[in-house]
C-alpha cells in the first residue's frame, strides 16, 4: 500500500497570505494524484487531479505541481472560504490511499 | 449538475448487516464509496466499474469479504451491502463519481456500530 503523508499537519495563516502544502508518497505515483478540500460537516470537493489541473468551477488561485513522490498544493492568496482541511490521494495503485490532511487555519 | 445521494445509514449492533444507497446518473462512471471515522481522515473503500467495463469491483483489505458494492443502472442506484459490521466500521459513508479521482460526491451518511 501506498502511504501518504502531508505536512505539515496545521497551517496558521492571515487571510490574504499565500500557504503551501506538501503531500509525500512511499513511492511513486507518477503524477496521478489529486487534492480535496473539505469543511466541517461537508462532503469532500475535487480541487487538482492529475497533480496540476484544476477541477472545474475551482479558482486559478488554487495551483498544484509535482510528481512522482513529492506534491504540493499553493493556494495564493487566502480567501475566508479556503479555511479548510485540505487532502491528498493517490489513484495510481489500489488501494487508494490518502494522506492524513493538512488544516489551513486562520492565524 | 450532477448529484448523488446517499441513503440508508443508521444504528446497527456488532455482527449485523447495513445496506446503504447511492442514488444519481452515473451514466458509464464508476463509482467509488469512502468513509470518515469521526475525526478522522478519509478512507477508500471500493468501487464498482462502469457495465461497459465489466461491472466489476474492488475493495480495501478492511473490508473484503464483508462488503459488496453493486449497481442498477437503470434504477440509477448503487448499493454497498455490509456485513459483519464492527464497532471501527463506524463512520459516515460517501459515494463519488469515477474510481481515480471523484469529481462529485454525495453529501455522506452516518453509519454507528455499536451495542
Known amino acids: 500500500e501506498i502511504v501518504m503523508t502531508q505536512s505539515p499537519a496545521t497551517l496558521s495563516v492571515s487571510p490574504g497570505e499565500g500557504a503551501t502544502l506538501s503531500c509525500r508518497a512511499s513511492q511513486s505515483v507518477s503524477s496521478n494524484l489529486a487534492w480535496y478540500q473539505q469543511k466541517p460537516g461537508q462532503a469532500p470537493r475535487l480541487l487538482i487531479y492529475d497533480s496540476s489541473t484544476r477541477a472545474t468551477g475551482i479558482p486559478a488561485r488554487f495551483s498544484g505541481g509535482g510528481s512522482g513522490t513529492e506534491f504540493t498544493l499553493t493556494i495564493s492568496s487566502l480567501q475566508s472560504e479556503d479555511f479548510a482541511v485540505y487532502y491528498c490521494?493517490?489513484?495510481?495503485?489500489?488501494?487508494?490511499?490518502f494522506g492524513q490532511g493538512t488544516k489551513v487555519e486562520i492565524k | 449538475e450532477v448529484q448523488l445521494v446517499e441513503s440508508g445509514g443508521g444504528l446497527a449492533q456488532p455482527g449485523r448487516s447495513l445496506r446503504l444507497s447511492c442514488t444519481a446518473s452515473f451514466g458509464d462512471y464508476a463509482l467509488s464509496w469512502f468513509r470518515q471515522a469521526p475525526g478522522k481522515g478519509l478512507e477508500w473503500v471500493g468501487f464498482?466499474?462502469?457495465?461497459?467495463?465489466?461491472?466489476?469491483?474492488d475493495y480495501a483489505a478492511s473490508v473484503k469479504g464483508r462488503f459488496t458494492i453493486s449497481r442498477d443502472d437503470s434504477r440509477s442506484i448503487a448499493y454497498l451491502q455490509m456485513n459483519s459490521l464492527k464497532t471501527e466500521d463506524t463512520a459516515v459513508y460517501y459515494c463519488?463519481?469515477?474510481?481515480?479521482?471523484?469529481?462529485?460526491w454525495g453529501q455522506g451518511t452516518l453509519v454507528t456500530v455499536s451495542s
Open positions: 463519488a463519481r469515477g474510481s481515480g479521482w471523484c469529481d462529485y
Open positions: 490521494q493517490q489513484y495510481n495503485d489500489w488501494p487508494r490511499t
Open positions: 464498482i466499474r462502469s457495465k461497459a467495463y465489466s461491472g466489476t469491483t
